[in-house]
């Protein structure tokens, strides 16, 4: 029986054990064939939740959207680990709160600021949400052995890219009081970026015994302007990309 949202079976994915998680749906293919391109083909695909399978030697790997932030990121890590995927690596974009960081430079998420909502349905708040320290090092070793420019650190990780985030280019223009200044009070407190998945991914992993990390390409400076820097989109993720691909490499070794 398929899983219900992914329309996935164990049949489909071949006893993959890892996973890479883009939001974008567009991003899935272009995944697969950077893993193996002889080897990459669509498996399944209803409403956001695209997945490809592709292969690092004779182990196969799947790619499938989360879509964007929490809510459905949870029903895909649920549903892969029902079909038997044990390791998640997101593979995502993020905006920069911290002045050194630069458009193109990969974030590699230690822990996350749990502002995304869907996280509290697995764990109380005080409950951390850390990456797994053997998908953490491997990324790290990745991005290093590339010479990737990568920061390694605190993640906020909010439930709306608007007022979660502190956008006032918005319809309203209005940030409630409990917001206002959140920004700036993340960059005191050296959180590098934000994003709107890794905090539902890598508490729900730990919380079930299932390994998780997160890395995303800087497409906005937010510390010098607002606007996401469409230009630098593609070398972002395919930044973000090459070293998630790297890293998976590096953990079946392992595994
Ligand atoms: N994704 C986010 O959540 N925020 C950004 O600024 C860019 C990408």
Same mark, same amino acid.
């Given at each position: 029986m398929p899983v219900y949202h992914l329309k996935l079976s164990k049949k489909g994915i071949k006893g993959a054990k890892i996973a890479l998680l883009p939001g974008d749906p567009a991003r899935v293919p272009v995944i697969a064939s950077s893993i193996n391109k002889a080897e990459a083909a669509e498996i399944a695909w209803n409403r956001e939740f695209r997945t490809w399978g592709s292969k690092i030697g004779r182990h196969p790997v799947v790619v499938t959207s989360t879509g964007i932030g929490g809510p459905s990121t949870s029903i895909v890590v649920e549903e892969l680990a029902l079909l038997g995927i044990e390791t998640f690596i997101r593979v995502g974009t993020t905006g920069a709160i911290q002045p050194s960081i630069r458009a193109g430079d990969v974030v590699i998420t230690t822990?996350?600021?749990?502002?995304?909502?869907?996280s509290e349905h697995f764990a109380p708040l005080a409950y951390p949400a850390v990456s797994d320290y053997y998908v953490l090092n491997a990324l790290v070793e990745a991005a290093s052995s590339m010479k990737i420019p990568c920061h390694i650190g605190i993640t906020a990780s909010s439930?709306?890219?608007y007022q979660g985030q502190e956008r006032t280019d918005t319809f309203s223009g209005y940030v409630i009081r409990d917001l206002s200044g959140s920004k700036k009070e993340w960059e005191r407190l050296g959180v590098l970026n934000y994003e709107m998945e890794s905090a539902t991914l890598l508490t729900m992993c730990n919380a079930m015994g299932l390994r998780a990390g997160c890395i995303t390409g800087v497409i906005s400076e937010r510390s010098k !302007?607002? !606007?996401?820097i469409e230009t630098m989109i593609r070398t972002a993720e395919g930044n973000a990309i090459s070293v998630a691909v790297e890293a998976v490499k590096r953990l079946l070794s392992i595994f």
């Open positions: 822990a996350s600021v749990r502002i995304d909502g869907a439930a709306t890219f !302007k607002e !606007k996401i």
